[in-house]
């Protein structure tokens, strides 16, 4: 459906209504219309506490730290201190790709937990937390370090995670690093990401100052990226082709070490600028590293950020970004060639996490798709300033949206095509519309890079010209359809 900024206020507006007043005007500030005149400039509200009995698909501060930042580290062990059920569902859902041996020196798809119960709420869990990580040094010697990821309870009671992680650490000689990430810190797992990145620099780089390390002029580090699918190997194989060395990826198939050494680099690559933005800022400040943000989505990004990247190093590093952009134009050419005709002119709405809704309306566009709509989970004013000049005049846009305004956005703006999470998943496949799980690709991937790009048109195509969808009709259309038959008989 086709609007202009007129019409989509007023679509605003209508969604809206529903509400009581109070309600009404807060959402109201969560919503707005795409005028590219303004770009760069606060057009909506958005890091706020979600309203209250209304559903959010938010995370908690918990799933920041142990699901996002953290959790992907594989050769440390992560123990979710607290009841079982917030590690149950942290656990190997986010499809983190790494090498190495389960349980033997990787650790990231095991559920690690204290497993509070009553007694522990009563008592305390401190001396509980000391014997897991006993008994963990014995299960998994190979391992280099640990993590305390504090769920709610740990928080409620005043157990002192940092004074057991010390003693434990001087005891077995590896770093235990305390996370004060309770869950219900914060307004969305966003702050979870914060307190993250203050503990890599308190208990990772801080006391790795002065650890020697063999750098060369091409260092770079790769942050944010949680190897998706395998995206931070595809992202990889760009950067080396561009003559530079890789140091560290982290935490996607990352270690323990690698985040040790990366002070050391000469430039910081943040793919998730959401999730790891403060530690590259502490280490341009500390170091006198530069960092910039990267996109590696389709080939009008992977242009731009190679040449971005590039612009760092010097000109034997630029002469053979150039080669390699023109190696790779042939490849993603033919992607291009085969897939645009199928998709051309097809909308696409979105509603991700911290940076999708902006890093993948690139590779929509450069296979002819367009944006009708696009809204983030937990994002703070600064990335809707980077999100607006991305889109075109009238693109909806929505913050922290419920379930309810996605629903009615979706019936309004008839999209070709949903990118969200799987809460939303089935919902929408039910209502007959194509859908891809955009968090975690819908267990395909990796979508980065110039390989990535192929399955990422591959799965688009895939999805929306799937036969199946002309076959189905919600189940509230069957029953209008079988009220109207009944009437006419």
Not at 246 to 273: F, I, R
Not at 373 to 389: C, I, L, M, S
């Amino acid at each position: 459906m086709e609007m202009n900024k007129e019409q989509a206020q007023a679509l605003i507006d209508e969604v809206l209504e529903v509400y009581p007043e109070a309600a009404r005007k807060d959402r109201a500030k969560h919503m707005a219309v795409n005028d590219p005149a303004n770009a760069g400039s606060k057009c909506i509200t958005s890091n706020r506490k979600s309203q209250p009995g209304v559903m959010t698909v938010r995370g908690c501060a918990y799933a920041g730290s142990k699901g996002v930042v953290w959790g992907p580290v594989k050769d440390m062990i992560h123990i979710s201190h607290g009841p079982v059920g917030c590690g149950q569902y942290s656990r190997a859902g986010r499809r983190n790709y790494y090498t190495g041996v389960t349980g033997v020196n990787a650790f990231g798809t095991l559920n690690i937990t204290t497993d509070y119960q009553e007694r522990d709420i009563v008592f305390g869990g401190d001396k509980k937390l000391a014997a897991a990580i006993d008994e963990l040094e014995q299960l998994f010697p190979l391992s280099k370090g640990l993590s305390v990821q504090s769920e709610c309870p740990v928080g409620l009671i005043g157990d002192d995670i940092e004074a057991v992680a010390r003693q434990k650490g001087e005891e077995i000689g590896k770093t235990i690093v305390p996370v004060r990430c309770e869950g219900f810190r914060g307004v969305s797992q966003s702050l979870g990401h914060h307190i993250a990145n203050d503990t890599i620099r308190d208990h990772v780089l801080a006391p790795n100052e002065g650890k020697e390390f063999e750098s060369t002029d091409y260092d770079v580090a790769i942050i944010g990226d949680y190897n998706i699918g395998g995206d931070a190997w595809s992202s990889r194989i760009i950067l080396e082709d561009m003559g530079l060395r890789v140091v560290a990826q982290w935490s996607g198939d990352g270690t323990l070490a690698e985040m040790e050494n990366t002070p050391k680099v000469k430039l910081n690559l943040v793919h998730c600028y959401r999730s790891m933005n403060y530690i590259v800022r502490y280490m341009e400040e500390k170091n006198g590293i530069p960092w910039i943000e990267y996109n590696l989505f389709g080939p009008t990004k992977i242009e731009e950020s190679m040449r971005k990247i590039a612009a760092f190093f010097d000109e034997k590093i630029q002469a053979q970004t150039e080669e390699v952009i023109a190696r790779y134009r042939a490849q993603w050419e033919q992607v291009v060639a085969k897939y645009r005709p199928r998709l051309q002119g097809k909308s696409v709405m979105l509603y991700v996490g911290g940076l999708r809704p902006r890093h993948i309306i690139g590779a929509y566009e450069d296979l002819g798709m367009e944006i009708c709509g696009a809204g983030y989970e937990f994002a703070h004013n600064d990335d809707y300033v980077k999100t607006t000049p991305e889109m075109k005049e009238a693109t909806l846009l929505f913050d922290d949206a419920s379930a309810y305004e996605l629903e009615e956005f979706v019936k309004k703006l008839k999209p070709d095509l949903i990118g969200s999470g799987v809460k939303e998943k089935y919902v929408f496949q039910k209502m007959g519309f194509p859908f891809r799980q955009m968090h975690s690709w819908d267990y395909s991937g990796p979508y980065h890079g110039v390989d990535g790009f192929a399955i990422f048109a591959r799965d688009m195509d895939l999805t929306l010209n799937n036969p199946c969808w002309k076959n189905m009709q919600a189940p509230w259309a069957k029953a209008e359809q079988a009220a109207d038959l009944a009437k006419t008989a």
